[in-house]
């Protein structure tokens, strides 16, 4: 049946594709897709510039209304894209719990191998945000995997397959482990290729070469480490789905040869893996790679870089978050490729209106597109709106998981930094 339906679409697809055959190579995508042309996003022909926003949390909602109250407070937020956890994976002794309470999984890890949940309490939940989020006018980002253990990342892979005491950089060199991902890419490709509610596929949450298992040897600056497994993954994912973009999720480290780029504290310099290719990732690079479509990084000074802003430094977590808008913006114009200030974020309130203004205005300029972390929710029923997901995420009061970033509608200062800045990307955009 499924096969029949396929071979139907495929064909009805490519007579489509003739009747348009000679119109610009866009044409050749079909309609309503997100693409990248020039260092723009567009949809069918038109320009896109957008504020979007994210939210891990969304498919871990059991309730259906919850999900589409959210969306709604992302379309009035003036939110176009969403970008969210394309996996979440638990180990075998987590698995009763996970039923007990309700917990999304769509992965088990009970041996080298994971079995797939595709019920209601797995994949169909994925399924729902994804056909819904176009009812609002929303696209969707999904990452295949999480450089870090939250909700199931690469640790299980490695802790499974290559077994205990590996260093967390095996993940992108294990053939095994590579074709297990691969095997999950697959699944989850295939599953929502066909649809235009996705925006694009992106390979990893923040991939490094530590994670929270420690860095291993391989992981100093020259090895291009990410660099190579980006290359590899994307040629992968372009094989399975011709169409879609692709991009890293990483954050955005440079491998800046020969250049001294950082702040001095008591007249020491500083500069480390954001600037000198010890993450495994060089941004430059890869956003010369022929299937990634856009650059992607992200941007926390303040936790990173808890010296800024105290005595001895001279520089600031606004200047420094500036250096670093300004840097992706450098290297996507050489790229002539699209950038998205993908994450970021500072906590208490006074820091966000303080310095958001700033960077946006940087970011807007330099025509990106923005998405701050998190996404928050308000109003939300499920469990009477408290109810403890996993880890301290929990909603409160109807309010969604603030891990201290979350921006909230009642938080005016600063939810309307971001309403203001929806409308200038809206007034871009065709
Ligand atoms: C995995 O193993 C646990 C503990 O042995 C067991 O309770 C569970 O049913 C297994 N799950 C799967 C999916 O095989
Ligand atoms: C899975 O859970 C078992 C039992 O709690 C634990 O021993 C093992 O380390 C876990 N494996 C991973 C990869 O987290
Ligand atoms: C960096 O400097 C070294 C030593 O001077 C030189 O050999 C190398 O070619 C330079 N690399 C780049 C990328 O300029
Ligand atoms: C910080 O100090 C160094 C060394 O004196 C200087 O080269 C650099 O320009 C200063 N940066 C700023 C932002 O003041
Ligand atoms: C605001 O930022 C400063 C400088 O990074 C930090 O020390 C302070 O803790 C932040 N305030 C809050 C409430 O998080
Ligand atoms: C926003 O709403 C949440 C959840 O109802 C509440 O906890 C918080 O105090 C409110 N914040 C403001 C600034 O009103």
Redesign the pocket.
């Known amino acids: 049946m499924r096969l029949l339906l396929n071979i139907r679409l495929a064909l009805s697809s490519l007579l489509l594709y003739g009747l348009l055959s000679g119109a610009a190579q866009s044409a050749k995508l079909p309609k309503g897709f997100a693409t990248q042309k020039n260092g723009r996003f567009e949809v069918d022909g038109k320009p896109l510039s957008f504020v979007g926003a994210n939210s891990y949390w969304l498919p871990l909602l059991t309730s259906q209304d919850d999900v589409r109250s959210t969306f709604k407070q992302m379309q009035d937020a003036g939110v176009k894209v969403l970008r969210t956890w394309g996996f979440n994976a638990i180990n075998g002794s987590e698995l009763a719990g996970a039923l007990q309470s309700g917990l999304t999984y769509y992965q088990v890890w009970n041996s080298s191998e994971w079995t797939l949940n595709e019920g209601p309490q797995g994949l169909e939940r994925l399924d729902f945000v994804i056909n819904t989020a176009g009812e609002y006018g929303i696209k969707v980002i999904l990452a295949f995997t999480n450089n870090w253990v939250g909700y199931g990342g690469s640790e299980l892979y490695i802790n499974w397959i290559a077994g205990a005491g590996h260093s967390h950089d095996v993940f992108y060199t294990d053939p095994r482990i590579v074709a297990s991902y691969q095997r999950y890419v697959r699944t989850i490709v295939n599953r929502y290729k066909n649809s235009p509610n996705i925006f694009a596929w992106e390979m990893m949450n923040e991939a490094r070469c530590l994670g929270d298992l420690p860095a291993g040897p391989n992981c100093v600056p020259g090895t291009e480490l990410l660099t190579k497994w980006y290359k590899q993954q994307s040629d992968f994912v372009r094989s399975l789905d011709p169409f879609h973009m692709i991009t890293t999720g990483g954050e955005g480290h440079f491998f800046k040869k020969n250049q001294t780029i950082g702040f001095w504290v008591d007249g020491v310099f500083q500069s480390d893996y954001n600037f000198n290719g010890q993450a495994g990732e060089d941004f430059d690079d890869e956003l010369f790679l022929e299937n990634i479509d856009f650059g992607t990084y992200h941007l926390y000074p303040q936790t990173w870089y808890p010296q800024l802003d105290f005595p001895g430094s001279n520089f600031t977590v606004k200047d420094w978050g500036l250096l670093w808008i300004q840097l992706h913006a450098d290297s996507a114009k050489r790229a002539n490729k699209p950038v998205i200030l993908e994450e970021f974020g500072l906590t208490g309130l006074q820091n966000k209106t303080d310095m958001y203004p700033a960077w946006i205005d940087l970011a807007l300029k330099t025509q990106h597109a923005i998405m701050p972390w998190q996404f928050g929710a ?1 109003g939300l029923k499920e469990s009477g709106g408290n109810r403890l997901i996993k880890y301290a995420d929990a909603l ?4 969604s998981p603030n891990d201290g970033f979350a921006i ?1 509608q ?2 005016t200062s600063v939810w309307n930094i971001f309403k203001n800045a929806a409308k200038v990307q809206a007034s871009r955009s065709g």
Not at 396 to 399: E, L, N, T
């Open positions: 308000l409160i009061d109807g309010a909230y009642n938080q």
